[in-house]
Nanobody
Framework: QVQLVESGGGLVQPGGSLRLSCAAS????????MGWFRQAPAKQRELVAT???????NLADSVKGRFTISRDNAKNTVYLQMNNLKPEDTASYYC????????????WGQGTQVTVSS
């Protein structure tokens, strides 16, 4: 089974940018979709962005215009470019894979922390 490892989190000031990376241990080309989720303390996990194998993208309303999801199948890596970060973006960010069209997101990384604070 493919394993996912996130990186790129950290502390950034409001208005700043970060790029998260999700490196897979195997090919992501055959996976139906890849996604980024986040979970803030005492809040439910929420979907941030998804990208299918055909590169169709979906973004949560709260991040539209600020975040971009992309994938590089040659590197088996998915990225989340986050611009104009706000304190409410503070959360643990998780990469996940949906292996088949009608499956749930069933492969998860360990997460990376993003903190937006002055």
């Amino acid at each position: 089974q493919v394993q996912l490892v996130e990186s790129g989190g950290g502390l950034v000031q409001p208005g700043g940018s970060l790029r998260l990376s999700c490196a897979a241990s195997g090919s992501i080309a055959s996976l139906y979709a890849m996604g980024w989720f986040r979970q803030a303390p005492a809040k439910q996990r929420e979907l941030v962005a998804t990208i299918t194998s055909g590169s169709s993208r979906n973004l949560a309303d709260s991040v539209k215009g600020r975040f971009t999801i992309s994938r590089d199948n040659a590197k088996n890596t998915v990225y989340l470019q986050m611009n104009n970060l706000k304190p409410e973006d503070t959360a643990s960010y998780y990469c996940s894979a949906q292996t088949r069209m009608y499956s749930s997101y069933d492969i998860w990384g360990q997460g990376t922390q993003v903190t937006v604070s002055s």
